[in-house]
Nanobody, 130 residues
Framework: QVQLVESGGGLVQAGGSLRLSCAAS????????MGWFRQAPGKEREFVAGISRSGGSTYYANPVKGRFTISRDNARDNTKNTVYLQMNSLKPEDTAVYYC???????????????????WGQGTQVTVSS
């Protein structure tokens, strides 16, 4: 089993920044592809960003390209098994609950599909005021 815990959400004005964190525990973090998704009220869950196991490849949804950055910390001793989402130039339309997700072996290599992920966090609320 894998436990994912998001943090860092909150209320911010348009144009501001937030950094989300997702701490993983339970299995070797470096064996997971990771993703961030978001879900606004009345809308389907949508892909935001994804990162490969090594961190060498990243993927972004068009609405967040150039504003958001995904990264990860694969500590060998598992003390910092965390994936981050740095969000800059936030807009009101970024308001949503943000979820991190982990894709365990066998890998789907479909970073943008919610069904590709095996484990999900509980989500953290991000609210951007205009």
């Amino acid at each position: 089993q894998v436990q994912l815990v998001e943090s860092g959400g909150g209320l911010v004005q348009a144009g501001g920044s937030l950094r989300l964190s997702c701490a993983a525990s339970g299995r070797t973090f470096s064996s997971f592809d990771m993703g961030w998704f978001r879900q606004a009220p009345g809308k389907e869950r949508e892909f935001v960003a994804g990162i490969s196991r090594s961190g060498g490849s990243t993927y972004y949804a068009n609405p967040v390209k150039g504003r958001f950055t995904i990264s990860r910390d694969n500590a060998r001793d598992n003390t910092k098994n965390t994936v981050y989402l740095q969000m800059n130039s936030l807009k009101p339309e970024d308001t949503a609950v943000y979820y991190c997700a982990a894709d365990a072996p066998p890998y789907s290599n479909s970073y943008n599909l919610p069904g590709a992920y095996d484990y999900w966090g509980q989500g953290t609320q991000v609210t951007v005021s205009s």
